[in-house]
């Protein structure tokens, strides 16, 4: 499908960059405009991707290029005040052509934090496509302050898209590496996951058209009822065929080989396997997928290694698994693709022990803060005052 990305903030500046990058790279045509908002010039000066005029600097007579120190109440001031900057690059785009918006931010931050749900609400407003979020939250090593950031920002955000898709920095952290040091990383599983998602329905001219192939109509529709989404991923190397396959050989003795059926028993089996791998392996934010109200099924790779079969079958897995009625499934052929991938979009999440964790951390963070700004007040006034109140200030 094709999508309007709007980056807010650092991270969600860099992820879009980033998937402007990929889709260059495969000809997905999914990024149909991008634009990049930020408080921090720096930030915006950062991406390679991006078209200079796309790049939207907010706040300016506030903080003066600076960004705004995670404090996203002001990230949400600014955004608003300056929604006619953004807008203007908005209006360069050109909406009809576009299925949907998607709004990119991590969440712990200030001016993404607080700026993305400010301008979900705006889009809502103006446009009648859906305006979807992508929402990062942060480590768990990253502090109180950030934490709590999320969890409003995370709360305001759901309320204001017609879905928000999670990506949990948390669950990403390799064991003894920083969250900051493996962004890169990070954001290429962020990139490759969505890419991968929102590239079916996205059928380039002159590529192949499976008789099962997804299309944006049904990410849409499994996007539609709000809520949150997270999204699995597993993926298998395999041989491209050979381009014999419907070569001389293969003409000459009536097209089909001998050991057909047997590639198909396997394609089907590894499907399923994939398909299970995808749905119990790590989600983008992890949960229990039990629950889900909707469900949609990408396998994507080369044509040859795709069958109705292994779809139909994967489908009524995540049936039994989630519980939902409403689970869709597809193709997404990529001819000469070296890999099979599956691609699981559970909608609707509402059993998400790590949001309730986030918010438990959030309140004691919220609690800690007040606590210690009365406390720091009495005890400057303890410092400057002496203890007699001998001395008189001069005015
Ligand atoms: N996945 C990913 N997360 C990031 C990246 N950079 C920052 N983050 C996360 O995003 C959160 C918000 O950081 P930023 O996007 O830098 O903040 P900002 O919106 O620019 O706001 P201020 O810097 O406070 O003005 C951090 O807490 C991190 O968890 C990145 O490149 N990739």
Redesign the pocket.
């Known amino acids: 499908m094709k999508l309007a990305m709007i980056g807010?903030?650092?991270?969600?500046g860099?992820?879009v960059d980033k998937f402007v990058e990929y889709d260059r790279e495969r000809n997905a045509g999914i990024v149909r405009a991008a634009v990049a908002v930020?408080?921090?010039k720096a930030?915006l000066l950062g991406l390679k991707n991006i078209p200079k005029d796309q790049r939207v600097l907010i706040g300016q007579s506030r903080v003066k290029g600076h960004?705004?120190?995670?404090?996203?109440e002001l990230?949400a001031e600014i955004a608003e005040e300056d929604i006619d900057e953004v807008q203007g690059a908005i209006d360069s785009i050109p909406v009809h052509e576009v299925d949907a918006f998607l709004v990119v931010?991590?969440?712990?931050?200030?001016?993404?934090?607080g700026?993305a749900p400010v301008l979900a609400k705006h889009l809502k407003r103006i446009y009648t496509e859906p305006v979807y979020g992508l929402g990062?939250?942060?480590?768990s090593d990253?502090g109180g302050i950030?934490t709590l950031n999320?969890a409003r920002s995370f709360q305001t955000f759901v309320r204001e898209v017609d879905n928000l898709l999670v990506?949990d920095?948390d669950a990403w952290r390799k064991t003894g590496e920083s969250?900051q040091g493996g962004?890169d990383e990070?954001?290429e599983e962020?990139v490759n996951r969505f890419g991968v998602l929102f590239g079916a329905g996205e059928v380039q001219d002159g590529q192949e058209v499976a008789e099962s192939v997804v299309d944006s109509s049904e990410i849409i529709n499994t996007l539609a009822g709000g809520g949150v989404s997270t999204v699995g991923y597993a993926s298998e190397g395999v041989e491209p065929r050979k381009n014999n396959g419907g070569g001389l050989l293969s003409r000459l003795t009536g097209g089909d080989e001998p050991d057909d059926n047997l590639d198909t028993a396997h394609t089907t089996n590894r499907i399923t396997s994939l398909v299970r791998k995808a749905a119990l392996g790590r989600l983008t934010l992890p949960c229990e997928i039990e629950g889900a109200e909707r469900a949609l099924l990408v396998l994507a790779g080369p044509p040859e290694h795709l069958n109705r079969k292994g779809i139909e079958r994967g489908r009524k897995w995540i049936e039994e698994q989630t519980g939902s009625m409403e689970v869709r499934g597809g193709d997404y052929p990529i001819p000469g693709a070296e890999k099979v991938a599956g691609v699981i979009l559970l909608s609707g999440v509402t059993n998400v022990p790590r949001i309730k964790e986030l918010q438990q951390v959030a309140i004691e963070a919220q609690d800690n803060i007040e606590e210690i700004r009365q406390e720091s007040d009495s005890n400057l006034e303890t410092l400057i005052n002496d203890d007699e109140d001998e001395l008189e200030s001069l005015f």
């Open positions: 807010f903030g650092q991270a969600g860099k992820v930020n408080s921090a930030d960004g705004v120190g995670a404090d996203n990230g931010s991590g969440l712990g931050g200030g001016t993404g934090s700026g990062i939250l942060p480590g990253e950030y999320a990506f920095n969250v962004y990070i954001n962020i």
